[in-house]
């Protein structure tokens, strides 16, 4: 089955434009191996044969990409783009059922695999001394209130049944050289996020750096990571004491220290593993001043032990920048419209979840694609503009013909794109507040079944 993600030949990939990734999951799907873990056996084989496995992919991409994430919408759009017969009819069932044949599984893959791709694309200069490092944070995202989801993804306890909306908890790896979602865990709120996160150490390779805020600082997860030979940079547990009375000083407020381990294990721990006595760490102390706020003190834990290869000041602006995923979640989030999926079964959820982060790493090679067309940072790079670009370009080149006018055009979108950069922001301090103020509706305190029913006595 030929398939293209942006429909331009694999010859034409061959460039470096959208090579990082697309050429990649081109073929990717055209594997049989691939095209197994993608869909269920016979299910694109119907007897209208209008969502074959490349349409309904390029339909559940352009669906995320979208403004307007509506069914009806992605199929009025691919029949104006040609991906459906005009006669096709403007009922979403087909193309429901067409996405649901998909396996969550093996969009998980592609997930993996444009993240990777985009990673192992990245200059030497743009990863940090030298070494890969990667970002681990997590964060919460509402489905609606159905039952099914409600059983999978349950509600938090402090919310009324029927007041409030199921949530799923996520952990993501990013990494901090082009901002990729290399893997990711799923789970609910009963999931900590150090049991999600343990279900991603497995993709970490020897020689990687890991870096997290102090919900990831503990001695279970610093340990387990030593073992598999990567290094850590956390915020140091609120809970962890350290008697400095004891500890070796490498310099001003750099500790090398040994930690005893708790006295209970973890509960997300698998009883099987076992967990050393002490570990030998090293705690860094700095702090942060900005004019109009407090003095804030921050001690960094970290593996990595040699004080010359990585001097204090080196380890506290990695760890500084562990907020650029604070800001990436935020594009996935707010800026893509994922704080709220759409779909209303837990299958349907991973799909929906895995297609969004599919289509933000192709967001995040068009912006990668960019820098290296002019000297730019990356952080300067504005996502909606990229996001807004490569949905008109992709839009436009639907209707051409196959030549290297599509490439042209993505030249051009490049260009465009490094000449739209964001002010620079060093020190940016904005109050975290709202001007616009919401409509005066009381909160939801009651199920709306029940409030339907007092209307209809009243």
């Given at each position: 089955m030929a398939f293209s993600l942006f429909g331009i030949p694999s010859v034409q990939l061959k460039t470096w434009y959208l090579g990082a990734i697309?050429?990649?999951?081109?073929?990717?799907?055209?594997?049989?191996?691939?095209?197994?873990?993608?869909?269920?056996?016979?299910?694109?084989?119907?007897?209208?044969?209008?969502?074959?496995?490349?349409?309904?992919?390029?339909?559940?991409?352009?669906?995320?990409?979208?403004?307007?994430?509506?069914?009806?919408?992605?199929?009025?759009?691919?029949?104006?783009?040609?991906?459906?017969?005009?006669?096709a009819s403007p009922d979403t069932g087909a193309y429901c059922r067409a996405r649901d044949s998909l396996s969550p599984e093996?969009?998980?893959?592609?997930?993996?695999?444009?993240?990777?791709?985009?990673?192992?694309?990245?200059?030497?200069?743009?990863?940090?001394?030298?070494?890969q490092v990667h970002v681990v944070d997590g964060t919460g995202i509402t489905l609606p209130d159905t039952p099914q989801n409600q059983a999978e993804y349950p509600q938090p306890t402090r919310q009324k049944p029927g007041c409030g909306f199921p949530v799923l908890k996520l952990v993501v790896l990013m990494s901090l050289a082009t901002g990729a979602v290399l893997r990711y865990a799923s789970g609910s709120l009963h999931n900590h996020d150090l049991r999600l996160f343990d279900a991603?150490?497995?993709?970490?390779?020897?020689?990687?750096?890991?870096?997290?805020?102090?919900?990831?600082?503990?001695?279970?997860?610093?340990?387990?990571?030593?073992?598999?030979g990567v290094d850590a940079v956390f915020r140091c547990h609120h809970g962890r004491k350290t008697d400095l009375q004891t500890a070796t000083r490498l310099g001003k407020n750099d500790y090398l220290v040994t930690w005893q381990a708790p006295p209970r294990r973890p509960a997300w721990l698998n009883p099987s593993v076992d967990l050393p006595d002490t570990l030998q760490v090293r705690e860094v102390r700095f702090q942060i001043t900005r004019p109009g706020f407090r003095t804030k003190a921050i001690t960094?834990?970290?593996?990595?032990?040699?004080?010359?290869?990585?001097?204090?000041?080196?380890?506290?602006?990695?760890?500084?920048?562990?907020?650029?995923?604070?800001?990436?979640?935020?594009?996935?989030?707010?800026?893509?419209?994922?704080?709220?999926?759409?779909?209303?079964?837990?299958?349907r959820v991973r799909s929906e979840l895995a297609?969004?982060?599919?289509?933000?790493?192709?967001?995040?090679?068009v912006m990668h694609d960019a820098i290296h067309t002019a000297s730019v940072p990356l952080g300067r790079l504005s996502f909606k503009s990229a996001a807004v670009r490569l949905r008109l370009w992709w839009a436009r080149t639907s209707h051409r013909a196959r030549g290297l006018a599509w490439l042209d055009d993505y030249k051009a979108l490049l260009k465009d794109l490094i000449r739209d950069l964001n002010p620079c922001r060093v020190g940016r301090v904005e109050p975290r507040v709202k001007k616009r103020r919401p409509k005066p509706f009381p909160l939801m305190t009651r199920p709306r079944q029940q409030l339907r029913q007092a209307l209809l006595q009243s």
């Open positions: 697309t050429s990649r999951l081109e073929a990717l799907v055209n594997d049989p191996h691939c095209q197994s873990q993608l869909a269920q056996p016979n299910a694109f084989e119907r007897p209208w044969g209008l969502y074959s496995l490349s349409v309904t992919l390029k339909m559940f991409l352009t669906q995320c990409l979208s403004d307007d994430h509506t069914c009806r919408t992605a199929v009025a759009t691919a029949k104006d783009r040609g991906w459906l017969p005009p006669h093996g969009l998980d893959m592609l997930v993996a695999h444009s993240g990777t791709a985009l990673d192992q694309n990245a200059h030497a200069q743009e990863r940090w001394m030298g070494r991603l150490r497995a993709f970490l390779s020897p020689g990687d750096v890991v870096l997290g805020d102090r919900a990831f600082g503990t001695f279970a997860t610093i340990a387990l990571l030593i073992q598999q960094v834990v970290t593996t990595l032990l040699d004080a010359k290869r990585y001097p204090p000041c080196a380890l506290a602006e990695l760890y500084l920048r562990r907020w650029v995923i604070e800001l990436w979640l935020r594009d996935i989030k707010t800026t893509m419209g994922m704080e709220m999926l759409r779909t209303k079964t837990p299958k297609i969004f982060l599919l289509g933000y790493n192709l967001i995040r090679t």
